[in-house]
């Protein structure tokens, strides 16, 4: 069932493009340095560009967490998540402080009976401020949603609407986005309980653009969850996530396009 207007066709982003990437990355998360204070690492390499960032966390109470993020290059996040002010809304806000005004942001969500509502305002203090908010409605078996991004200066700049319908082991999803250009319709088929199939058609107005995929994900009785996606647009994806060591999970991406090019990542992630 869909919360909030992100999750109409998770289903189906979840076979076909969740989790996919291209970058090969390490991330370490230890356990709890003490009851309030969690610590974490991680590395990004981008061909021949490297990155890494830090991220410590510290709970104050269950309605209060702060947390900051210090990148390589000495760049840093400071962000306080707060919930309890209204029931069921949580507000984060996140600043870079060598830029407070272009920096601040503030990110609500509020899940209020069957209305998931998300509101972000981003370049606070900057003059010009910009706001991205989305609403969706549970009906039951069926979700339906809207959301809108508005900037000071410019109005209305994008716009997009969705619903889903689930039965029994199937999911419907169809979304109108790019200001309703982009039409997307995808289904999900829940095959058996560890497998899952989809499919996705997506159809440009403006243009005519149409492309296809179609995907299956599984978890084999070994441990490893394995995927493959085809696409119309002339590529083959998969990936494998399996466990390496004790602690030590790997997933590996690839994607092979018809002329035979490729590209392939690895993602390591470490608990301590």
Do not use: W
């Amino acid at each position: 069932m869909a919360k909030y207007f992100g999750d109409i066709g998770k289903a189906v982003k979840d076979v076909l493009t969740g989790g996919l990437s291209y970058d090969h990355k390490f991330s370490v998360s230890g356990k709890p340095v003490s009851d309030e204070l969690t610590i974490k690492a991680e590395a990004v390499s981008k061909g021949t560009d490297f990155s890494g960032d830090g991220t410590a966390t510290y709970v104050v109470d269950k309605e209060l967490s702060a947390e900051l993020k210090v990148t390589d290059k000495g760049v840093a996040k400071v962000s306080v998540t707060k919930t309890g002010v209204v029931d069921g809304l949580k507000t984060v806000a996140s600043v870079n402080p060598s830029d407070v005004a272009k920096s601040l942001k503030l990110a609500n969500t509020l899940l209020s009976g069957d209305v998931g509502v998300k509101a972000d305002v981003s370049n606070c203090l900057g003059g010009n401020p910009k706001v991205e908010a989305s609403a969706c409605l549970n009906l039951g078996d069926a979700q339906v949603g809207a959301e809108a991004a508005v900037d000071a200066a410019k109005g209305v700049v994008s716009y997009a609407v969705a619903a889903q319908l689930a039965a029994d082991d199937l999911v419907l999803s169809a979304v109108l986005s790019d200001a309703l250009s982009t039409i997307k319709a995808g289904a999900a088929l829940k095959v058996d309980k560890d497998t899952t199939a989809a499919a996705e058609v997506v159809y440009k107005l403006n243009g005519g653009d149409l492309k296809l995929a179609g995907g299956i994900a599984t978890k084999l009785e070994s441990g490893q969850s394995v995927r493959a996606v085809v696409c119309s647009a002339g590529h083959i994806s998969a990936s494998v996530k399996t466990s390496v060591a004790d602690g030590l999970d790997l997933t590996a991406c690839a994607q092979v396009h018809k002329d035979m090019k490729y590209k392939y990542g690895l993602q390591f992630a470490m608990k301590t």
